[in-house]
């Protein structure tokens, strides 16, 4: 069973604990206040670093969704990368001549044109920033948009 203490003020540090019985043992910190902050930028026109700014806080967890459609080709992906350097990645495509999924492990944005497996755009983390974060993007495409959510 887990427990908290009583909530807190808006200066302390609220404690969650795993009770077992005779005794409380504190598992995790969490200072109040969780922030979240959604944006999305058009993939760069260049390889190399780029930054988000304007977040508000350093995150420590960053979602991304990317996608796009046409007629008959559907791209989509989604992504994370967290402050420790961790990521992955998962791109489907369905289009008129292919469908196909990959997970990837060392990137956190990413849309392989499906079976082809060349990258249409793929980017990779370099750091969470006091007020946003950056990522190098290995492959580019203008015509995607990526949507992020970041976490502190």
Sequence with gaps: ?????????????????????????????????????????????????YSVTGVGFKPRYVEFMVGKHSTVDVYAGMG?????????????TSAATEN???IISDKCIGIINGTASSWL??????????DGFTINFVSINTSFTIGWKAVR
């Design 1 to 49: 069973m887990y427990v908290h203490d009583s909530p807190p003020l808006n200066s302390e540090i609220e404690n969650i604990y795993h009770d077992s019985g005779t005794s409380k043992k504190r598992i995790a910190t969490l200072e109040e206040g969780i922030k979240v902050k959604i944006g999305s930028f058009t993939c760069p026109a260049a390889t190399g670093n």
């Design 80 to 92: 994370w990368m967290d402050y420790n350097g961790d990521m992955r990645t998962i791109s489907w």
């Design 121 to 130: 755009v793929s980017g990779v983390y370099v750091s969470m920033n006091n």
């Design 100 to 102: 196909a999924s990959h």
